[in-house]
Structure formats: structure tokens, C-alpha cells
């Protein structure tokens, strides 16, 4: 990880310091309680205006997977929170391919996750975006933050 020069950090639109943070999912969707801690953290660093990134790795790419129902289960079915990370700003969520692969799946088997981009008429853009296992590991080479859940 590199060393981070606290004084260039970029800073917005209050003057106060962005980090870069990226937020690595590995665990499938139910079972531990990893996911959802995950979930919110993202959402939580999001609040406080941070550059917030996802990625999805492992039996992490099930935590996006479309039409999940726990009701069997007995448990809550936090799938449907991943809709609101748009509205948070968490507009980067990466997946895996070889993950992806490994266990069968393709993007069109993952929900539909869009953001708005107000520079461009708030036109609908989807976060997911699936990246290489080298794309992945650059992509970690820049971040300020590295968490795993």
C-alpha cells in the first residue's frame, strides 16, 4: 500500500479531505453477517463524502445476484439496499470476471445497478462494471483505503 501524503489529499466542495475507499466483498450473500456490514460501511463513508468503490470478488459476486429471497431464510433480505448506493454516490462497484466465471455467472445474471450523472441530464449509467484480476489489483494500488467484508 502506498504511503499517503495527508496534505494533497483532494478535498470537496467543504475543503475537508477525500480518501479514497474501496470496499472488498467476498462473502456470499447469507450466512454471516459480513455482507450487510459491508453494505453499510460503503453507505456510511459515502455519507461523509468520501470516494467510495465496491468491488466484488469470490462468493461476493452472489451478494449482487438478481431476484435473491430469504424468506426461507428467516432473515432479512438486504439485496435490495444495493439500489440505493446511486443515490449515495457510490457509483464504481467492480466484479470480478474470473469470480464471475468460476461459479458460472455473467453481468446479465446481476441486478441492474444504475446512478444518475447530472453532467450529462441526470442520465441513467450502470455501477457495475466487470474488471480483469489484474484490472482489479491496479485498481487497489490506488485507493487510500482497503477494507474486506
Sequence with gaps: MKQIDYWS???????KAVKKFMYINRHAPHGTIYPLEGLEVALIGAAFDQDVSMAFIGDGVFQLNKGQDTADLGMKNCAPTYGALGDYEVTKLYVE????DERGLELSDLMNLTWE?????????P????????QLSD????QD?????
Design 97 to 100: 470476471q474470473e469470480s464471475l
Design 139 to 142: 485498481l487497489l494500488e490506488q
Design 117 to 125: 450523472d447530472e453532467e450529462e441530464d441526470w442520465a441513467e449509467k
Design 9 to 15: 489529499l483532494v478535498t470537496n466542495e467543504l475543503g
Design 127 to 134: 455501477s457495475i462494471r466487470v474488471v480483469s484480476r489484474a
Design 145 to 149: 483505503v482497503i477494507l474486506n467484508f
